[in-house]
């Protein structure tokens, strides 16, 4: 069970839930700005994500987000996605094919006005070095201008928790360092705490404080992330942090 | 001088139209629904669905006759609504070009609905969208063209309907006498020139409204 802390957690995760013959079991608590979720293809770690925003349907369990119950199936609680303030970006993106640049940005921000939706979109895109790609459609950016894009579209709502599902799969070497350091600096910057999923164990040391090891399903370890890098505590979570 | 037979063209337009806004109404949220793999009942439904597209257009008529006919269920809840007899109207006329070219809607739609990634509603839900806003500014526009192309089918369908509209609605001229109708019509009474133009007036009307729909529903931009 996840207890209730004095402080509360930026993020209690407590999830089983059955897919086809897949098990996920998940459970830890994190209280990192930057939690990383790390673990080879089929882990579970992107459904664990689509737990998170409450796009899946099944399974049962606890989630809190700094305290804030968004699910509790024991107690009949489960909050939908948009009502949960959580935001995701998709592993490719998900910018809508049919919009401009500006017109994603501004999609999740239908309750503001025209003109504070306007100026939020505008400062959003100079935040993220996007001025004069806002008439641009999604097909005329590059992969790492895409993903400056997906950013600023899923922080415009301002949410609790930002999702990241395997965010700089899509870009090659020299992008994604730049990306990295971008993210890192836009955490600093906002505030929002982060989930990251990830198979690169590179994302995970230059990103995260917080590691949780997940293989078929399962968390083999969470903790901080140097400690664990450092020592893993069981030969299990020696050989995935061994695999990269 | 032959006279075009004007009225028979356009009620066939008019037919057409109305069946085809009935389509749209009635077959766009079927389409959506039928293309959820979640759906209970999915497979009887979609058979159920195209089983117009393969029917004889008399089998289809008759069991239409059956439905909305005097001794029928639909035909008597209309008189008790006060809406009169349905058969032999031009609502027959509509109701039939309905049955036979809904079908194409629903199943262009469909794989149009069945071609959006599901990452781009599910994105639209972390944003705060509720389902309906999500369907009329995300799914609906990106599966524009399969829908644009599904109007035209039916469209073109309905026009060109002729076995089910006889048999349920008649040829009663300026009512129910729709240019397909009266085509075979004037043959039977060896007008063959009435017949002549009056095909050509279907065809070359069909052909320009399905030119304008193939041109709406090109490629788009993105």
């Known amino acids: 069970m996840v207890g209730r802390a004095a402080a509360p957690h930026v993020l209690e995760v407590d999830l089983r839930a059955r897919v086809g013959t897949f098990r996920l079991e998940v459970r830890f608590r994190s209280s990192a700005g930057v939690t990383a979720l790390f673990g080879p293809s089929g882990a579970g770690k992107t459904l664990t994500l689509r737990h998170l925003a409450g796009l899946e349907a099944g399974g049962e369990g606890v989630v809190r987000v700094g305290g804030r119950v968004v699910e509790d199936t024991a107690a009949g609680i489960r909050i939908p996605a948009r009502e949960r303030r959580i935001g995701m970006v998709f592993q490719e993106y998900a910018l809508f094919p049919h919009l401009n640049v500006r017109e994603n940005v501004g999609y999740g921000l239908q309750n503001l006005d025209r003109e504070a939706r306007r100026a939020r979109v505008r400062s959003l895109l100079s935040e993220m070095g996007l001025e004069g790609f806002g008439h641009r459609r999604p097909a005329q950016l590059s992969g790492g201008e895409k993903q400056r894009v997906a950013l600023a579209r899923a922080l415009a709502p301002e949410p609790d928790l930002l999702l990241l599902d395997e965010p700089f799969a899509a870009l090659d070497f020299r992008v994604r360092r730049g990306l990295r350091e971008a993210l890192g600096e836009l955490h600093r910057r906002t505030g929002v705490p982060l989930v990251l999923v990830t198979h690169l164990l590179e994302d995970v040391r230059r990103l995260s404080d917080h590691l949780v090891l997940l293989d078929q399903g399962r968390v083999v370890a969470a903790g901080p992330t140097r400690t664990l890098l450092a020592d893993p505590p069981s030969p299990e979570a020696q050989a995935l942090i061994g695999e990269e | ?222």
């Open chain 2, 1 to 222: 001088m032959i006279a075009v037979d004007l009225p028979p063209l356009a009620l066939s337009l008019w037919v057409a139209l109305w069946a085809t806004v009935l389509s749209l109404g009635v077959g766009l949220p079927l389409a959506w629904l039928l293309a959820r793999r979640t759906l209970p009942g999915r497979d009887l439904l979609t058979v159920l669905i195209l089983l117009p597209m393969v029917l004889p257009p008399t089998v289809l008529g008759y069991y239409l006759l059956v439905m909305i006919g005097t001794g029928g269920p639909v035909g008597r809840a209309a008189e008790a609504l006060g809406l009169g007899r349905i058969v032999f109207t031009p609502t027959a006329a509509v109701l039939a070009a309905f049955v036979a070219s809904a079908p194409f809607l629903v199943r262009a739609a469909q794989a149009g609905f069945e071609g959006v990634d599901p990452a781009f509603p599910d994105a639209a839900r972390t944003l705060g969208r509720g389902e309906l806003s999500i369907w009329l500014t995300i799914t609906v526009p990106l599966a524009w063209r399969s829908i644009v192309a599904g109007v035209a089918l039916t469209f073109a369908r309905a026009i060109g309907e002729f076995g089910a509209t006889i048999m349920v609605a008649g040829s009663i001229p300026g009512r129910t006498r729709t240019g397909s109708i009266a085509v075979y019509d004037h043959v039977q009474a060896g007008r063959m020139e009435e017949a002549h133009l009056l095909a050509l007036g279907l065809a070359l009307t069909t052909a320009g409204i399905l030119f304008l729909l193939t041109r709406v529903g090109r490629a788009p931009g993105w």
